[in-house]
Every structure is written in structure tokens, then in C-alpha cells.
């Protein structure tokens, strides 16, 4: 089975960040009941130095090489995965897409209903390069910013609404669709580094949603022990 993560900033991390995939990676490790590898066509960390994903510095040491892989970028949302998304799948092969994505989207670029357009292309592509893929989508999670721009609160909470209903309408027995819970107890104050940006608490939580989503609704893997 290959997994293959997909996400912005929140996935990708910098120089000295474990990331949430490794996080991921560890617990498959530790509990997935047969073979499986993680795909994608980058390895990469963002370099806010560099202004570009080229680092490597990665905080664990153990984590392989090929383990690392992923489709991730900073800056980049549904917007810019939908037509990307494909021509991944169908290199890589990619059994089941962990997407953890939205918040930029609705920073900058587009509104909530644009966003879910955009949901809704990025599955059709997936589903052309794979007909059986299967999906776990990760709710926006509200960074600082929504606790004083009551506008993008809300673009945030009606975003959340539309990717239920996605998900709910997209899924089927070919092709599954889930959506994954936010831990009740993430709080962005104690377990980011910058109100947005996962810190150790925070990678565990997030690799905790999914794995939890993968086991209670396919029994892959165990739940997640933080």
C-alpha cells in the first residue's frame, strides 16, 4: 500500500522540524499490519532562507530517505495541487492521499465556495490517474489570524462546512472519501510554533487525526498513541 501526503506549509516544514510525516511515518512503523511504502515526487524542506523548498535539515536522523517523500509545498493549497495531483498519483502510484490543505487557499487566494470547487477537481484528477485511490481529507484547522479577522473566521468555518458536503457527496465503494477529525484538544497557542506551524504537540496531534481516520473506518494501522 502507498501512502502519499499532500499538503502546504503545515506538511512540508522547515530546516530542524521533525514534520507531522514523521510523525506518520513512525506510527506506520510501529503498527501497519503489512507492506507499505510513502511516495511523491519531493523529499524536501522549505528554506525560508533560501525562499525555496532545498533543505534537507531535517530534525530526526532516523527518518530514511524514502520515507521523506511527499507532495508538499509552501504557499501552495488546493488551488495549486488539483492539476498537480494526477500526474503524482499516476507516477507514484499512491493507494490512499493524506491531504491536509485549505488554510492558504482561503489566506490568499480563494473563497470558501472557490476552494471547494477546487476540492472537487483535485478528487476527479486523483481518481483519473487511480480509479480505486482512496482519500483522507483534514478539516482547515483556524490559525491565529482567525481570532482577529472575524471575515476569514468565518470563510474558515464555511470552507469546513463545504468539504463535509464534498466528501459526502464524492465518496463511494470504488473510490472512498474521508474526513478526518481536528484532535478536540489542539489548541494552536501550545501546540504551534507561530499560531499556524506545527510544533512537537501539534505534528503528533495532526499524525494522530489521520491515523485514527485510517484505522476507525478501514482498520488500517492502529489508533495512534500520543
Known sequence: MRFLFVGDSMTIGCPGDFTWRYR?????????????EIVGPRDALYDPAAGAPVSHAYAAPDFPVAARRHLAGWGEGWL????????????????????SLGLIDLGFYTDAEQTAANVRAFVEGARAANPRVRMVCLPVIPNVRAETDAPFAAEVDRFNELLAKAVADLDSAASPLLLASVPASYDIHRDTYDGTHP?????????????????GAWELGTRYAL
Open 24 to 36: 506518520m511515518w513512525r506510527h506506520l512503523e510501529a503498527s501497519f499490519g503489512g507492506r507499505y
Open 80 to 99: 495549486h495541487m488539483a492539476p498537480l495531483i494526477g500526474p503524482a498519483v499516476a507516477e507514484s502510484r499512491a493507494d490512499v492521499l493524506l491531504v
Open 199 to 215: 510544533g512537537v504537540g501539534g505534528e503528533h496531534k495532526l499524525a494522530a487525526a489521520f491515523a485514527d481516520a485510517l484505522h
